[in-house]
Nanobody, 119 residues
Framework: QAQLVESGGGLVQAGGALRLSCAASGSMHSITTMGWYRQAPMNQRELVASISPDGTASYIDSVKGRFTLTRDNAKNTVYLQMNSLKPEDISVYYC?????????????WGQGTQVTVSS
């Protein structure tokens, strides 16, 4: 059972856009930092973007100016708007959140969503 439910991945042409969503389960609360990692074949897992409770976002250099990370605290949901997609962005994207699930504090993960960019 995933504590975070991801959606929005898929296939898009180079230069196109996708929006990934990540919603925490109803049992999660007191969520602080949220964000997205990605891992492509033959590559290390890398932190793409993270966002603090006040909405301050940080990005890896390769996506700055193209990706925007936002959050809706009332819905315990984080969004990654990905514009001007490149083949280099092809990866499985994993959402994470720091928070409490029931009574247990930790870092929780989505199960991954595939982003494919075609030329």
């Amino acid at each position: 059972q995933a504590q975070l439910v991801e959606s929005g991945g898929g296939l898009v042409q180079a230069g196109g856009a996708l929006r990934l969503s990540c919603a925490a389960s109803g049992s999660m609360h007191s969520i602080t930092t949220m964000g997205w990692y990605r891992q492509a074949p033959m590559n290390q897992r890398e932190l793409v973007a993270s966002i603090s409770p006040d909405g301050t976002a940080s990005y890896i250099d390769s996506v700055k100016g193209r990706f925007t990370l936002t959050r809706d605290n009332a819905k315990n949901t984080v969004y990654l708007q990905m514009n001007s997609l490149k083949p280099e962005d092809i990866s499985v994207y994993y959402c994470y959140a720091n928070g409490i699930d029931g009574s247990r504090r930790g870092t929780y993960w989505g199960q991954g969503t595939q982003v494919t960019v075609s030329s």
